[in-house]
């Protein structure tokens, strides 16, 4: 799952196995789910705080000095805490492509020990904007972005520890990723009780640097002592008498042997692979579903107001009610993997090798079919102004998160060279990002009317059909 130069070196960095040292395997999975489920994706829960950064006064003294209006101070600050949003989200996604080459050039410790320290610094600024200047939750945002990022990139290959249940482990760690908001939900929820905000996210900062250091020196030191000469021997494409006597693996290790020979000789290069079709329909189809999904979330204070203009209090406890609707990720997100896993198993293998690559690419027509549905629905209903409908948005939402990124990290797997992941998931994701800064101008209000981008998003949602077609067609 790593480019050519960590796969080198894979004996010291993840030691992938097929036969002994199973309990070591479990348990630095164990440990990995942890890390995803409880600090991951826990910046896409800012929403469930706005109510505790109003009342300590974010943003507040700018704006009332410029309006006389309370609505117009309300507003603009709900703009601002989406700003807060999307630079997380963009900083999330466009550093994915320097950590993956930071991945390749030194690691997964390396890796690990940029992203513990991320989660640390991000965490102790976020507490000191309640402490200090309220700004500081900008560069707060951009280091819990980083860390998002690169605790998925240090945690997605150790899937292949178990190569069968692959595509169902990433599942599993990405729905983690989202399930991962609640915890500002849970800081919200402490406050209530008396518990100081600042001292509940340095915990979690801390706590989690703890836990990330620990597994690095420890877990990843006993993975590094399991030999993968069965995974390493597949990838350079040799023949090997272990592979062979082993009964149980021998005809999985033969089948990913010759599907990756025939992708090593369809994409000789990084080259190769930016001009094939099956890359670049994948890659608008990840934009397109990214970029409704990530404006969704920075959206939803400015939409809550509007739909809800009548009724702040409705509003407040829709947007508090949200973050419940990521914790059925950790179930909807297996889902992918075990959809993608079925219909791969029901592929009989072919002499002819393009034939079966096309037949393992189809398998993910389905649920990307899913997916842009989700996309579509979830991009329809947050302009009705229903709570019912709100509810089923946000639902939308989970569902379209879970597929999406699930789908990203197994379909590049699927479809090219393993030694290219890092540095294809780092580029695909990088690039999502840098759309994301369209989000700025489309959340001023004095710019784009908000119904209007909420319309031509419907339009643009639509095109996220396209590349599930193909492949179902294919």
């Not at 020990?113 to 309220?134: E, H, N, P, V, Y």
């Not at 915990?203 to 002592?225: A, H, W």
């Not at 580029?427 to 119904?451: E, W």
């Amino acid at each position: 799952m790593l480019s050519e130069t960590a796969f080198n070196n894979n004996q010291k960095e993840i030691g992938l196995i097929l036969k002994p040292k199973y309990l070591v395997r479990c348990f630095v999975l164990i440990v990995a789910e942890i890390e995803m489920i409880f600090y991951s994706g826990i910046m896409f829960g800012l929403n469930s705080l706005l109510p505790i950064l109003k009342e300590n006064g974010f943003f507040h003294n700018q704006f009332n000095r410029t309006y006389d209006n309370a609505n117009a101070t309300s507003t603009k600050q709900n703009e601002t805490f989406g700003y807060i949003l999307i630079t997380g989200i963009a900083s999330c996604h466009l550093f994915s492509f320097p950590l993956g080459l930071v991945m390749d050039r030194y690691g997964i410790k390396t890796t690990k020990l940029i992203s513990a320290s991320s989660l640390l610094f991000g965490c102790l600024l976020f507490s000191s904007c309640f402490l200090i200047r309220d700004i500081l939750i900008f560069p707060a945002f951009v280091l819990l972005g980083i860390f998002a990022q690169s605790i998925c990139i240090c945690n997605f290959p150790l899937a292949i520890l178990v190569p069968k249940f692959q595509n169902i482990i990433i599942s599993i760690f990405s729905g983690s990723f989202s399930s991962s908001a609640m915890m500002l939900t849970f800081v919200l929820y402490a406050y209530q009780r008396g518990i100081d905000v600042s001292t509940s996210i340095l915990t979690i900062g801390i706590s989690g640097f703890i836990l990330m250091i620990c597994s690095r020196k420890f877990l990843l030191d006993k993975v590094d002592r399991i030999k993968a000469k069965e995974i390493l021997v597949t990838l350079n494409g040799e023949s090997d008498n272990r592979i062979r006597n082993c009964k149980s693996d021998s005809y999985l290790m033969t089948s990913i042997m010759k599907q990756e020979n025939y992708k090593n000789s369809q994409f000789p290069r990084m080259k190769t692979i930016l001009r094939n079709h099956y890359f670049l329909f994948q890659l608008f189809f990840m934009v397109i579903t990214f970029f409704r999904f990530s404006f969704f979330l920075a959206q939803l204070s400015v939409q809550m107001e509007k739909n809800f203009s009548d009724d702040e209090t409705k509003a407040k406890s829709i947007l508090l009610v949200g973050n419940y609707f990521f914790i059925p990720s950790v179930v909807i997100s297996p889902i992918v993997g075990l959809m993608i896993d079925y219909q791969k198993n029901r592929v009989s293998p072919s002499k002819d090798q393009e034939a079966f690559y096309k037949s393992i690419l189809k398998c993910f027509g389905i649920p990307m079919l899913i997916c842009s549905l989700a996309n579509l629905s979830m991009s329809i209903l947050i302009i009705i102004p229903n709570e019912v409908a709100m509810y089923m948005a946000y639902l939308a939402c989970t569902v379209t998160r879970c597929f999406m990124f699930s789908l990203n990290a197994s379909y590049i797997i699927s479809a090219f060279p393993r030694k290219y992941f890092g540095k294809l998931f780092g580029l695909n994701i990088t690039i999502c990002g840098c759309v994301s800064f369209l989000q700025y101008i489309l959340l001023l209000n004095n710019i784009c009317n908000l119904n209007v981008v909420n319309f031509i998003l419907i339009a643009f949602s639509i095109l996220s059909f396209i590349h599930p077609v193909i492949l179902l067609l294919n």
